[in-house]
């Protein structure tokens, strides 16, 4: 996906704003998850984001999504934002995020998704850490809800 930041996208010193890159994030992968299972799927969690450089207005923000990791009904996906220097075509890495997306059906009961076919052994590599990922963001979801069940 690729977004022309405009004025009404940043804040008062011209960079865009964390909330828009987020929605940027959140709509390519929900493309990469709905593409992949050809179902109604929502997001589940958002693993921390952080922006390490500024994109500015008028230049370009990359956003590329693609799937890590499929499990029985979720669905890990990680996008990568870039900014473009429109007059140069530089780009420089401004974000990397971690979402995992569920499918759903009519009832919002979740339901199997296909399984994902590793080709490389990046891929592999990657799907390995997507499930120590998994563990750690279930255990934290879990303390969530205990922590809610206790008050
Ligand atoms: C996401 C949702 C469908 C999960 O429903 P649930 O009844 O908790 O489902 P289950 O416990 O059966 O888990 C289903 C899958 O979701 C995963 N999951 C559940 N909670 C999760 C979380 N907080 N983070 C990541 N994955 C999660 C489980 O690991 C499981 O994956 P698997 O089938 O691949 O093993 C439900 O919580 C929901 O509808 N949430 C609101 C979604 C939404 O509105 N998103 C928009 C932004 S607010």
New binding site residues.
């Given amino acids: 996906m690729v977004q022309l930041v405009l004025p009404n996208d940043a804040n008062t010193l011209g960079n865009v704003l964390g909330g828009m890159v987020l929605h940027w994030i959140?709509l390519a992968a929900a493309v990469v998850a709905h593409r992949h299972c050809r179902t109604q799927c929502?997001?589940?969690?958002i693993d921390q984001v952080s922006f390490e450089a500024p994109i500015r207005i008028g230049q370009l923000a990359v956003i590329t999504g693609r799937m890590t990791f499929?499990?029985?009904?979720?669905?890990e996906i990680r996008v990568d934002v870039q900014n473009e220097d429109l007059l140069t075509g530089l780009r420089r890495q401004t974000s990397t995020a971690y979402l995992?997306?569920?499918a759903?059906d009519k009832k919002?009961?979740?339901v199997?998704?296909p399984p994902l076919l590793l080709e490389t052994e990046e891929e592999r590599r990657e799907a390995r850490a997507a499930e120590a990922r998994?563990a750690e963001?279930?255990q934290?979801?879990h303390h969530?809800e205990r922590e809610i069940t206790r008050r």
């Fill in positions: 959140d929502v997001t589940a969690s499929a499990g029985r009904t979720s669905m995992t997306f569920v759903i919002g009961a979740p199997p998704v998994r963001r279930l934290k979801a969530v």
